[in-house]
């Protein structure tokens, strides 16, 4: 079965340089949540899209852009990098209409490290 | 708030020992709860969920029982094996996102 795919795997940036992070969700999905995991910490919640429509922001700092596309994909664009920023990127597409109650489904993250 | 606390770790085990991780939550409404796993170097897969009160997740061999009383969603193994070696993140999702506990990493030796 497809899975939520995100690209790219690795990225390695400087400081105050930009970065453009992809996710293409499960097809016919179409809600997608941008979660971040620093080092041993646990996924905090950036920012959702549902129908193309923002639909709930959470820690996402306001270096930070993101928006869905017609095809349902997802970008996460970061400037002004901060070496904080260093993390695993995770976004995650859930299929109905009905919010998060229903499964989220993850893709295998973009490891960001900015030196 | 909502939020979930979980047993810290690391919870090192031997080979078909029994585990527990402890989770529970705080949350205003009926919220749904999950289980991730993430295995070294991998994103988080969906273990199990339970989506009301008195609900039994299971997968694998791993099961959790949804505890409107206690608040609780722990997660128990029978019999673990070397493959279980992972981080698990308790999780309970409100009307935004996902919220997740800081994650128990469980080693299980041979």
């Known amino acids: 079965a497809a899975g939520v795919i995100q690209s790219p795997r690795h990225l390695i940036k400087e400081k105050r340089e930009t970065a453009t992070l992809k996710c293409y969700p499960i097809?016919?999905?179409?809600?997608v949540y941008w979660y971040q995991q620093g080092p041993g910490q646990d996924p905090q919640f950036l920012i959702s899209f549902y129908e193309k429509m923002q639909s709930d922001k959470g820690s996402i700092p306001d270096r930070f852009s993101a928006q869905q596309f017609s095809d349902y994909h997802s970008e996460l664009n970061m400037s002004s990098l901060e070496l904080g920023d260093s993390a695993l990127y995770f976004c995650a597409s859930a299929g109905l209409a009905g919010g998060p109650r229903n499964e989220q489904f993850f893709g295998p993250g973009t490891r960001l490290t900015v030196l | 708030g909502n939020s979930v606390t979980q047993m810290e770790g690391p919870v090192t085990l031997s080979e078909e020992a029994f585990l527990t991780i402890n989770c529970t939550y705080t949350a205003t409404g009926y919220p749904s709860l999950f289980w991730y796993v993430q295995y070294p170097g991998e994103g988080l897969q969906l273990l199990l969920k339970a989506t009301k009160a008195d609900d039994k997740g299971s997968n694998k061999g791993f099961e959790a029982t949804y505890r409107k009383e206690t608040t609780s969603f722990h997660l128990e193994k029978g019999s673990v094996q070397v493959s279980d070696s992972a981080v698990y993140f308790c999780?309970?999702?409100?009307?935004?996102?996902?919220?997740f506990g800081k994650g128990t990493s469980l080693l299980v030796t041979p």
């Open positions: 097809p016919r999905h179409d809600t």
């Open positions: 999780a309970l999702s409100d009307l935004v996102a996902l919220n």
